[in-house]
């Protein structure tokens, strides 16, 4: 079998279903290819927490259209994705976060996001039940949102199929050049061609790009979570601690309470086992914030990839090889971030501008500096 195709989109998660969605808007003859099923590497493994308050104008306005596109979901999809604005609440237990916090709110609020600095009485009366002892402030943004992955997913591949794009799952790809035009060898012995190519397959974007003579600085890390029994509504906000022995979780629309930290050290490679060790500190961390949370079962445990970048921002931009977009190295933000990456990247590919500052996630970027707020 061979066929051509305009844009072949490699990578069925978050981001390269929202730029496919996004592209089919057009009427381009498109496809795309997924190793396993839709949403099988990062994006179907994550708690689906949606936030604005990050520390740099571009990443900020870039979650700000993010967060618009989510509430519309349900409208252009004609299901609910479980969208809810129940808010962000970051806690500080030292002054040097406190400090981090005020520096970021300055800079959030000059961006129109809805955020303040709570004292800890203050914090009381957004989530009364959480243990306030040492904490000393808190960011709070009640507009921050959580959505439901898999829903989200299934309402981009509705459309993309509705409006003609044919997907190619359970078929990764084995080889992949540029002869003229991109070629693509599946794994079942399907050739595809292509004019242009992107490649947003998370934690194997390095493995691929290597194919075609890219290294890029993209460096994947194992991160755990887990999910309770369905539980009476306890609280709104994802609540994320910055303790270096903190967490960060968020109760859902359906009652289960989804929750992970990030281990130190961390545990670098493509990893999707799950281990003994995360069980019992996850739950002293989550029940340490919530007490009532030590009463709750957990049902599920299991294992993803980050995909980290130097300065925790992602790459999304054409590559030095003409046609060939990366749109990977999301730094566990690829779902949030994923519709406005989708929608601007799409039209970057189409009409080779940008619509917003993407000069912080460029392919040739110097990687200085890091984002504060992970």
Known sequence: MK??????????????MATAYYLSEQKI?????????????????????????????AAIRLMKESLRLFSQMEAEFGFSVDFY??????????????????KNIEVQKKEGVNVSLLM??????VVPPLNREGLLAAAYCPDDAQAFPFAVLRGYRESIEQRGGRFFTANPVVNLRKNGCFVLELADG????????????????????LQIGLDLPLYPERHEAVITERIPKLFNPMIVDYRADGCYFNQMVTGQVIGCFT??????????????????????????????LKKSSILRHWAGCYTMTPDGNPIV???PIDGLYIASGMCG????????????LAHFILHGDWQADFSDFAFHRCFEGSESMK
């Open 263 to 292: 281990p130190v050290p961390n545990v670098p490679g493509i990893r999707e086992d799950s281990s003994l060790e995360f069980l019992p500190q996850v739950s002293f961390r989550m029940g340490r914030l919530l007490p009532e």
């Open 190 to 209: 399907t050739r595809l061609e292509a004019g242009k190519v992107v490649l947003s397959t998370g934690p194997w974007t390095r493995e691929f790009a």
């Open 333 to 344: 933000h690829g779902f949030m971030f994923g519709p406005a990456i989708g929608k601007n």
């Open 29 to 57: 003859d498109l496809a795309l290819v997924e190793r396993k099923y839709i949403g099988s590497g990062s994006t179907t493994r994550c708690i689906g927490g949606i936030r604005q308050q990050f520390s740099t104008p």
């Open 85 to 102: 604005q129940g808010g962000y609440l970051f806690l500080a237990h030292s002054q040097q976060m406190v400090d981090v916090f005020k």
């Open 3 to 16: 066929k051509s195709y305009d844009v072949v989109v490699v990578g069925g998660g978050i981001i390269g």
């Open 317 to 319: 931009d054409q590559s």
């Open 120 to 125: 800890p009485d203050d914090v009381k009366g």
